[in-house]
Structures are given as structure tokens and as C-alpha cells.
């Protein structure tokens, strides 16, 4: 893909004095090459894993190590996980936003409240809700869940440490990062 941004739906139709319907100019094959770009690179990220060092002596394994963390294999939870009753502010996480039709880590965020900063605004909400419309009007499979990793730390600057590991790890395309590696049809 591209470097350039790329729009969901074409500037000038939004500011014509005709109102015409949007049209997307994400066509149902570029977004089909565009995820199986993202796929290939998250899949190739799982599977070469960095060379361990070995040591003289039983080491415990590091804590938050991000090459351990595979956002694909932690439980997932529907994107209203936070509208259950009941629920308190939650706890320190690194989570993330995964299509699971795609196998596609599509956002990594970092939290000191789990179930407060989905109540929120969020960038990443309106990405998602675009996402899903445009896979809606080629009628292609998608079905968006998150995924949580309850041992991120509690200080503010390791985890957001972490997250930002995570990101480059991934490439998600959701995040800030990797706008330029992967365009930002949806922002």
C-alpha cells in the first residue's frame, strides 16, 4: 500500500453543493490487499521470534516481554465489554482491538482504568465503525472483538513503554505509528 493517506470518502463529494451519496475510494479489492499486507507482516512477526540468549544459570523470565504477548491467543470480549453492570474502572491493561475473520491486530492501546477509557471518546472507535461499514457494503466478512492482557504494569510510563513495543511489533494500523507504513483509509 501506499504511504500517502488515503481517504474513506472522496473530498470534493463532501464539499459539493450537491449532495451526493459518499462514495468510498477504498474499492472491496484494496481492502482486501490491504489487510492481507497487514496479515502477512503480523504473521511473519509470530512467527520470527527473536534469537534467545542463552544463560549460565535458570533465569526467570521477564515480565512484560513483548515477544511473549500474542494478542491473537488471549481471550476475547465484545467492544461493549464495559456496558455490563456491575462493572468498577477496571484495571491497568495493554489491549487490543482484533478483526477476528481476519486474524488482523488492528489497534494496541494501554490503560490504567480497563473499563473507563472505552466509555470515552476514542479515535479508534470511529476507525472501527468505518472499518466494519465499508466490509458491510461489500458484504465481506469482518467481526471486530478486544482482547485484554491484565499483566501490563502499573506505572504509567512502563506501560505505555510496552505498548508502544507492541505497536511497532504489530504494525497495527489503527495506531498513529504505522500511518505511514500503512496508509489511514479509516481516520
Given at each position: 500500500m501506499e504511504?500517502?493517506?488515503?481517504?474513506?470518502?472522496?473530498?470534493?463529494?463532501?464539499t459539493s453543493r450537491k449532495r451526493r451519496p459518499d462514495v468510498p475510494l477504498m474499492s472491496a479489492d484494496a481492502l482486501v490487499r490491504w489487510k492481507t499486507q497487514i496479515a502477512a507482516h503480523q504473521q511473519r512477526a509470530r512467527e520470527n521470534q527473536p534469537i534467545q540468549q542463552v544463560a549460565l544459570f535458570d533465569l526467570a523470565p521477564v515480565h512484560c516481554d513483548p515477544e511473549q504477548i500474542d494478542p491473537l491467543t488471549l481471550r476475547l470480549?465484545?467492544?461493549?465489554?464495559?456496558?455490563?453492570?456491575?462493572?468498577?474502572?477496571g484495571e491497568p491493561c495493554i489491549y487490543f482491538v482484533v478483526d477476528t475473520t481476519a486474524k488482523l491486530i488492528l489497534y494496541?492501546?494501554?490503560?490504567?482504568?480497563?473499563?473507563?477509557r472505552w466509555r470515552s471518546t476514542h479515535d479508534a472507535k470511529r476507525y472501527?465503525?468505518?472499518?466494519?461499514?465499508?466490509?458491510?457494503?461489500?458484504?465481506?466478512?469482518?467481526?471486530?472483538?478486544?482482547?485484554f492482557w491484565w499483566d501490563a504494569p502499573s506505572a504509567t510510563q512502563s506501560r505505555q513503554a510496552l505498548e508502544k513495543?507492541?505497536?511497532?511489533?504489530?504494525?497495527?494500523?489503527?495506531n498513529k505509528e504505522n500511518w505511514k507504513r500503512w496508509g489511514q483509509p479509516f481516520g
Open positions: 504511504p500517502n493517506q488515503l481517504d474513506l470518502f472522496n473530498s470534493a463529494q463532501l470480549d465484545t467492544l461493549s465489554f464495559f456496558e455490563r453492570p456491575g462493572q468498577d474502572l494496541v492501546g494501554e490503560t490504567v482504568h480497563s473499563n473507563q472501527i465503525n468505518q472499518y466494519i461499514s465499508l466490509h458491510r457494503q461489500y458484504q465481506l466478512d469482518v467481526a471486530i472483538c478486544i482482547s513495543q507492541l505497536i511497532l511489533k504489530w504494525q497495527s494500523p489503527f
